[in-house]
Nanobody, 125 residues
Framework: QVRLVESGGGLVQPGGSLRLSCAVS????????MGWFRQVPGKEREFVAA???????DYADSVKGRFTISRTNAKSTVSLQLNSLKPEDTAIYYC???????????????????WGQGTQVTVSS
């Protein structure tokens, strides 16, 4: 059974940092592309970042230069470092396993097969 568990969310002041982690229970984790998405209540879930098995990464324009996605295959984890946080970054953050590694869009929710339960990030003074 595939399981994803996010952690690391919390309350932080504007300009602060957080590090989110996602522990993934799946066979051959290293062969999967992974993604982070976020969602504000009442709005659609949106793409934040993706990382492929070969280390290629991509980011939403709104977080480029502030967020960094990484993976540790030996521990089957994917992380998201959030720096220079803004109030508009407040959301529930979800990690997800992509259906395919090299094909398909990295930005589309339907391309991701398995999802975690999410972790809340709140940016407020």
């Amino acid at each position: 059974q595939v399981r994803l568990v996010e952690s690391g969310g919390g309350l932080v002041q504007p300009g602060g940092s957080l590090r989110l982690s996602c522990a993934v229970s799946i066979r051959t984790f290293s062969s999967y592309a992974m993604g982070w998405f976020r969602q504000v209540p009442g709005k659609e879930r949106e793409f934040v970042a993706a990382i492929r098995s070969d280390g290629w990464t991509d980011y939403a324009d709104s977080v480029k230069g502030r967020f960094t996605i990484s993976r540790t295959n030996a521990k089957s984890t994917v992380s998201l470092q959030l720096n220079s946080l803004k109030p508009e970054d407040t959301a529930i953050y979800y990690c997800a396993v992509k259906r395919t590694n090299y094909s398909g869009s990295y930005y589309t929710i339907s391309e991701y097969t398995y999802w975690g339960q999410g972790t809340q990030v709140t940016v407020s003074s």
